[in-house]
């Protein structure tokens, strides 16, 4: 059963930190994206990669946020340092461009104190 | 990318059919509509697309009307596992997927 896995799935941290959220996409899709949800804003998307390339991160704090993709099976969202307010979840989808069809993940719960 | 406008929410009973409708007046030639499912602690669950017409798989229906300027999702006989928050997007292939605020759902017993 194909799936898109998310690590870590809670990560509490302390402000300052830097915090690794990693994704392995679906085997074959060649579309990732990156969503923070939060219930005042809900689900934002803050960066997608289409061939690991990245296509669009304008949704993305840039001066503390970073997304790669150091390869076709794993895609990393990195924020240095983290603060209070980047406390959400962040799932990770995977796709084709074929299909417009997004699966996600189970999210990264991540709380910064 | 064509900007949708769905209900905030909607509350209905056990065994009902329940309609939600999408609004996305802007919508291009070449734009899909794709209709998402999300429970709580989870991430969105594709459930429908369509681009004309109509069109039914094991979980929904999805109502387009010639003019394409709204959609319907419609779920029948409703339990109360369908509690979920329900996301209308418009798109094509090379669109990035933008969630909206979605219609929070409420099934009651």
């Known amino acids: 059963d194909a799936r898109v896995t998310q690590t870590p799935r809670h990560k509490v941290t302390e402000m300052g930190q830097e915090v690794t959220m990693r994704c392995q996409p679906i085997?074959?899709?060649?579309?990732v994206f990156w969503y923070r949800q939060t219930m005042m804003q809900g689900l934002e998307l803050l960066a997608y990669f289409r061939n690991r390339a990245p296509l669009d991160d304008s949704g993305m704090p840039k001066d503390r946020f970073s997304a790669e993709m150091p390869d076709a099976t794993l895609a990393t969202l990195k924020i240095q340092p983290s603060e209070p307010r980047d406390s959400a979840v962040y799932f990770c989808a995977s796709g084709n461009r074929e299909d417009t069809e997004a699966f996600f993940g189970q999210g990264t719960r991540l709380t910064v104190v | 990318l064509a900007k949708t406008t769905q209900p905030i929410s909607m509350d209905s009973y056990e065994g009902q059919e329940v309609n939600i409708t999408c609004s996305h007046n802007n919508i291009a030639t070449n734009d899909y509509i794709t209709w998402y499912q999300q429970f709580p602690s989870q991430g969105p669950r594709f459930i429908i697309q369509g681009y004309k017409t109509k069109v039914t798989n094991e979980v929904a229906s999805l109502f387009i009307p010639a003019d394409r300027k709204s959609s319907t999702l419609s779920l029948p006989r409703v339990s109360l596992s369908d509690t979920a928050v329900y996301y209308c997007?418009?798109?094509?292939?090379?669109?990035?997927?933008?969630f909206g605020k979605g219609t929070r759902l409420h099934i009651l017993p």
């Open positions: 085997l074959g899709h060649n579309t």
């Open positions: 997007l418009v798109g094509s292939q090379d669109d990035k997927i933008i």
